[in-house]
């Protein structure tokens, strides 16, 4: 019978009572198989830290235990390590005797954790077959109090490429209780291009051309599954460098990939900017919301370099210029500027449609990059305002491919039209909360995209003359303007076996260029089970993100009476969502009742019915207020979602972060809870829940099963607690725990 407790992955605590029997095993950070009145020790802090010098990494892990029991308590820990680790250090930081420790290969280790399972049947150490682990020696634990434990290895990293990969194993659970602290230094020799998590959000520290300081973001610091952190190194000067992993999909022919690439490193010129701000001044601006607007306009203008362009539109009833066109910036131009902006009052409604023809026509100046900074605090009220005919201007009417960043000040805008302003033209949109400092949100998105490197950046896959196009479904369909220190995250799904080759073109300060690059989809792995995964997250925000376009075409929203899922087309989409979702465990506000125990996973059509009802009163019928706003920064974060989400988190309709333990992504597969049965997103799809075979945790069946999905790569999905319903072959596999009697006799 498992328990929860607070203990994490890595660390694998098998905690033992005195003079009690060496079966009493503790198995963090997840569950427990103990005699009654043995109090498991417990880990109540981690933090680890990876130095990195080229290729070589020093891992040094700490954590501490607490044993609230009465009496001490013995314990061996057995910590998954890579296979060429080797340890430099094993100490306690307090009062325990010199303990001793060995690195166990991953053959010893694997059949360590067949023993435990036989034994105990318990299958918790299952998700880390592969790995070899450091077992410790047997050491004190004192009744009622802590012991601090420090571990240290070095490794060689795994190279693919011009590619590194770090990887600190842990467990994937989620019923996790302990932050981890997870920092990393990294310095190389060469100049470091791609820096990148799949696994966790990071924070940079500091950052130079061949030295980082990372750490893992606060908010992601209980996050389950293995720290992973990928980079790339280059010796051409102004080339960027680029990397592949790939999931392979023998069905069609092909697989998945996740291309990441760094933007070409800056230069001592980059692009000029031109930069025209468009201030709302309709009657509801007045006070502060208005005086942040115009200080933003300023402190944005300020910090234009001397020779870039600007311009300054105010609208209300209708719309007024600070220049006939926009000027270069000099002394002269940012004096009358400021007369301009101060001038400003509030005034009239909102003519959405005259302002943005007005900042979309005029001519740009030679050579520089064009960004509009649009804000808005309403609804369109003068002038056309249909989504449709303001949708349609902006496609037909912006010949010189400014890109729109939107800026939705409170909560009475059309989010729709806004997410489609911004994403027709390379930007994006941001919320300003009531509460929150229109100043602070507009010089936090300007502040990214202060050095250009390259406009109108293109990646294509080169083929060969009649040779069928090998990608499809990539996303994002137009990649924004690069900045310095971007990164490119694409993700797509491509065909055949063959090296992918890559063309990256674009406008840079020099002239156009174009890079080429070779990248391999031979190493193709299940392991690389976080390729589709992020780029279902994407495909769903995009198809949702069509079906709120949609609503525009009805007029902003669902007509008393009219089924928008009569369409065809607009059903096939509900349809590609509920499954994206179910197959991936990807969940979001339109899919969250997947999480729920009252839906029924074994009917399709109730399922489908709650997706359609969700889509349909949100997606589609939501067009303002703060219903609308959580929608727009929820498909925001999916569509540029480059590392996992293990827990589904979203903002409700409120803007509270909404998050799920009830569904599982565990290496390549998802599976959702209902009860104590976790079943396998696949079976659900297939819309056969009932199993075809049962296997017992700890019999000879269940190890042949083991060993199947040990050669898959996947052996972790029975480290589920409860029962597991797999599907493979076509096949559903009940996995079951051995019964309460069962468990009893194997312990006494």
């Given at each position: 019978m498992r328990t929860p407790t607070a203990l994490l992955a890595p660390v694998f605590l098998l905690a033992m009572a005195q003079a009690q029997s060496p079966h009493q095993w503790i198995v963090p950070h997840r569950a427990a198989v103990a005699p009654m009145g043995v109090t498991p020790v417990r880990v109540v802090e981690a933090k680890a830290h990876v130095h990195i010098v080229d290729r070589a990494a020093t891992t040094t892990l700490e954590f501490e235990l607490h044993n609230p029991g009465p009496r001490d308590q013995e314990a061996v820990v057995l910590l998954p390590v890579p296979a060429d680790a080797a340890v430099s250090q094993f100490t306690f930081l307090g009062g325990a005797a010199e303990p001793t420790a060995r690195v166990m290969d991953k053959d010893e280790a694997r059949r360590l954790y067949d023993e435990i399972t036989a034994k105990l049947r318990d299958p918790a150490l299952l998700e880390f077959v592969g790995w070899s682990c450091l077992r410790s020696s047997v050491f004190p634990v004192p009744a009622n109090g802590r012991q601090k434990v420090r571990v240290v290895w070095d490794h060689v990293l795994e190279v693919d490429g011009d590619r590194a990969d770090y990887v600190l194993p842990r467990s994937e659970m989620l019923d996790a209780e302990v932050p981890w602290r997870i920092s990393v230094d990294l310095h190389a020799r060469a100049p470091i291009g791609l820096c990148h998590s799949v696994s966790h959000e990071l924070v940079v520290v500091r950052s130079d051309g061949t030295t980082r300081t990372l750490e893992v973001a606060e908010r992601a610091r209980r996050n389950p599954g293995a720290f992973r952190l990928s980079f790339t190194t280059g010796t051409v000067a102004d080339r960027p460098t680029a990397t592949l992993f790939a999931y392979p999909d023998p069905g069609s022919g092909g697989g998945w990939f996740l291309l990441m690439a760094n933007a070409p490193p800056a230069g001592p010129v980059a692009l000029r900017r031109e930069v025209t701000i468009v201030l709302d001044r309709s009657g509801s601006m007045a006070g502060k919301k208005l005086d942040q607007a115009k200080a933003a306009a300023l402190q944005v203008l300020e910090a234009l370099a001397p020779g870039e362009g600007f311009q300054v539109l105010d609208y209300g009833n209708d719309v007024r210029a600070a220049y006939p066109a926009p000027v270069v910036k000099d002394e002269r131009t940012m004096r009358a500027l400021r007369e301009h902006v101060a001038a400003i009052r509030p005034l009239g409604g909102t003519n959405i449609h005259d302002a943005l023809v007005e900042a979309?026509?005029?001519?740009?100046?030679?050579?520089?990059?064009?960004?509009?900074?649009?804000?808005?605090?309403?609804?369109?009220?003068?002038?056309?305002?249909?989504?449709?005919?303001?949708?349609?201007?902006?496609?037909?009417?912006?010949?010189?491919?400014?890109?729109?960043?939107?800026?939705?000040?409170?909560?009475?805008?059309?989010?729709?039209?806004?997410?489609?302003?911004?994403?027709?033209?390379?930007?994006?949109?941001?919320?300003?909360?009531?509460?929150?400092?229109?100043?602070?949100?507009?010089?936090?998105?300007?502040?990214?995209?202060?050095?250009?490197?390259?406009?109108?950046?293109?990646?294509?896959?080169?083929t060969a003359p009649g040779e069928t196009e090998r990608l499809a479904d990539v996303l994002p369909r137009a990649l924004p303007d690069l900045f310095a220190g971007d990164q490119i995250v694409l993700l797509g799904r491509y065909r055949g076996s063959a090296d992918l080759e890559f063309e990256l073109s674009g406008r840079t300060p020099t002239g156009a260029k174009t890079w080429q690059f070779t990248l391999p989809v031979r190493g193709a792995s299940v392991a690389n089970g976080f390729v589709p995964r992020l780029w279902a997250s994407r495909q769903i925000a995009f198809l949702v993100d069509e079906l709120r376009q949609k609503g525009g075409d009805l007029g902003g929203g669902l007509r008393p009476g009219h089924d928008p899922f009569a369409d065809p087309r607009l059903r096939e989409l509900r349809d590609e969502i509920l499954r994206l979702s179910t197959r991936?465990?990807?969940?979001?506000?339109?899919?969250?009742?997947?999480?729920?125990?009252?839906?029924?996973?074994?009917?399709?059509?109730?399922?489908?019915?709650?997706?359609?009802?969700?889509?349909?009163?949100?997606?589609?019928?939501t067009r303002s207020g703060l219903a609308a706003c959580n929608q727009g920064d929820n498909l925001w974060a999916m569509k540029g979602q480059s590392y996992a989400n293990p827990f589904?988190?979203?903002?409700?309709?409120?803007?509270?972060?909404?998050?799920?333990?009830?569904?599982?992504?565990?290496?390549?597969?998802?599976?959702?809870?209902r009860g104590n049965r976790w079943i396998d997103g696949n079976a659900v799809v297939a819309r056969k829940l009932e199993p075809d075979r049962r296997v017992v945790v700890g019999t000879a069946d269940y190890f042949t099963l083991v060993r199947r999905l040990e050669a898959e790569r996947r052996p972790g999905v029975l480290s589920l607690g409860g029962e597991i319903l797999l599907e493979l072959d076509g096949q559903n596999v009940l996995v079951v725990p051995p019964s309460q009697s069962l468990t009893s006799e194997i312990l006494r």
């Amino acid at each position: 019978m498992r328990t929860p407790t607070a203990l994490l992955a890595p660390v694998f605590l098998l905690a033992m009572a005195q003079a009690q029997s060496p079966h009493q095993w503790i198995v963090p950070h997840r569950a427990a198989v103990a005699p009654m009145g043995v109090t498991p020790v417990r880990v109540v802090e981690a933090k680890a830290h990876v130095h990195i010098v080229d290729r070589a990494a020093t891992t040094t892990l700490e954590f501490e235990l607490h044993n609230p029991g009465p009496r001490d308590q013995e314990a061996v820990v057995l910590l998954p390590v890579p296979a060429d680790a080797a340890v430099s250090q094993f100490t306690f930081l307090g009062g325990a005797a010199e303990p001793t420790a060995r690195v166990m290969d991953k053959d010893e280790a694997r059949r360590l954790y067949d023993e435990i399972t036989a034994k105990l049947r318990d299958p918790a150490l299952l998700e880390f077959v592969g790995w070899s682990c450091l077992r410790s020696s047997v050491f004190p634990v004192p009744a009622n109090g802590r012991q601090k434990v420090r571990v240290v290895w070095d490794h060689v990293l795994e190279v693919d490429g011009d590619r590194a990969d770090y990887v600190l194993p842990r467990s994937e659970m989620l019923d996790a209780e302990v932050p981890w602290r997870i920092s990393v230094d990294l310095h190389a020799r060469a100049p470091i291009g791609l820096c990148h998590s799949v696994s966790h959000e990071l924070v940079v520290v500091r950052s130079d051309g061949t030295t980082r300081t990372l750490e893992v973001a606060e908010r992601a610091r209980r996050n389950p599954g293995a720290f992973r952190l990928s980079f790339t190194t280059g010796t051409v000067a102004d080339r960027p460098t680029a990397t592949l992993f790939a999931y392979p999909d023998p069905g069609s022919g092909g697989g998945w990939f996740l291309l990441m690439a760094n933007a070409p490193p800056a230069g001592p010129v980059a692009l000029r900017r031109e930069v025209t701000i468009v201030l709302d001044r309709s009657g509801s601006m007045a006070g502060k919301k208005l005086d942040q607007a115009k200080a933003a306009a300023l402190q944005v203008l300020e910090a234009l370099a001397p020779g870039e362009g600007f311009q300054v539109l105010d609208y209300g009833n209708d719309v007024r210029a600070a220049y006939p066109a926009p000027v270069v910036k000099d002394e002269r131009t940012m004096r009358a500027l400021r007369e301009h902006v101060a001038a400003i009052r509030p005034l009239g409604g909102t003519n959405i449609h005259d302002a943005l023809v007005e900042a979309l026509r005029a001519q740009v100046l030679p050579g520089t990059l064009p960004l509009v900074l649009f804000l808005t605090d309403g609804l369109p009220t003068v002038g056309p305002t249909s989504e449709k005919e303001l949708n349609a201007m902006v496609a037909a009417g912006n010949p010189h491919a400014r890109r729109v960043f939107c800026f939705g000040v409170g909560h009475d805008v059309n989010v729709p039209l806004l997410d489609a302003l911004a994403e027709r033209t390379r930007a994006t949109t941001t919320y300003v909360q009531p509460d929150e400092d229109v100043e602070v949100k507009v010089a936090r998105t300007f502040a990214r995209l202060g050095h250009p490197v390259v406009a109108e950046p293109a990646l294509r896959a080169v083929t060969a003359p009649g040779e069928t196009e090998r990608l499809a479904d990539v996303l994002p369909r137009a990649l924004p303007d690069l900045f310095a220190g971007d990164q490119i995250v694409l993700l797509g799904r491509y065909r055949g076996s063959a090296d992918l080759e890559f063309e990256l073109s674009g406008r840079t300060p020099t002239g156009a260029k174009t890079w080429q690059f070779t990248l391999p989809v031979r190493g193709a792995s299940v392991a690389n089970g976080f390729v589709p995964r992020l780029w279902a997250s994407r495909q769903i925000a995009f198809l949702v993100d069509e079906l709120r376009q949609k609503g525009g075409d009805l007029g902003g929203g669902l007509r008393p009476g009219h089924d928008p899922f009569a369409d065809p087309r607009l059903r096939e989409l509900r349809d590609e969502i509920l499954r994206l979702s179910t197959r991936f465990g990807v969940l979001g506000e339109y899919t969250a009742f997947l999480a729920t125990e009252g839906s029924r996973l074994d009917d399709w059509s109730s399922l489908v019915q709650a997706c359609q009802d969700s889509l349909g009163g949100r997606a589609i019928a939501t067009r303002s207020g703060l219903a609308a706003c959580n929608q727009g920064d929820n498909l925001w974060a999916m569509k540029g979602q480059s590392y996992a989400n293990p827990f589904n988190a979203f903002l409700d309709h409120k803007l509270a972060v909404v998050e799920t333990t009830a569904v599982q992504q565990v290496c390549d597969r998802a599976f959702l809870r209902r009860g104590n049965r976790w079943i396998d997103g696949n079976a659900v799809v297939a819309r056969k829940l009932e199993p075809d075979r049962r296997v017992v945790v700890g019999t000879a069946d269940y190890f042949t099963l083991v060993r199947r999905l040990e050669a898959e790569r996947r052996p972790g999905v029975l480290s589920l607690g409860g029962e597991i319903l797999l599907e493979l072959d076509g096949q559903n596999v009940l996995v079951v725990p051995p019964s309460q009697s069962l468990t009893s006799e194997i312990l006494r």
